[in-house]
């Protein structure tokens, strides 16, 4: 009887100490996790400034790149849900959801 307590009582040592592990490794996973989304919004907020057009002009002077902004009859503005277009042009149905997606701006012409 004495042998099966102790055996209980080591096996519960056991456990617990398990679960202090795990509570550790999770805490340090939850910090990571926390970093990464921190740097992940850091860098969009970065490329979104980088995207402006104003950004880009100035880069592409700076490093003498010969490029200028298009002549306002030279724009096509998308006026149309450009995946509905292309699947109508293609005779099939509209795909649930895009694997792959590109950031345009659905303007009015």
Avoid: C, Y
Avoid at 16 to 34: G, K, P
Avoid at 100 to 106: E, I, K, T
């Amino acid at each position: 009887m004495v042998g099966l307590t102790g055996a209980v009582g080591v096996g519960a040592a056991w456990a617990q100490r398990q679960l202090s592990l795990i509570a550790n490794d999770n805490r340090v996973l939850e910090t990571q996790i926390a970093a990464v989304e921190r740097q992940s919004e850091q860098l969009d907020t970065e490329i979104a400034q980088e995207q402006d057009a104003r950004v880009l002009l100035a880069r592409a002077a700076q490093w003498h790149l010969g490029l200028a902004a298009p002549a306002a009859d030279r724009v096509e503005h998308v006026t149309i849900d450009p995946l509905r277009h292309l699947s109508a042009k293609e005779g099939g149905e509209r795909p649930a959801a895009p694997t792959l997606g590109f950031g345009l701006a659905l303007g009015e012409r």
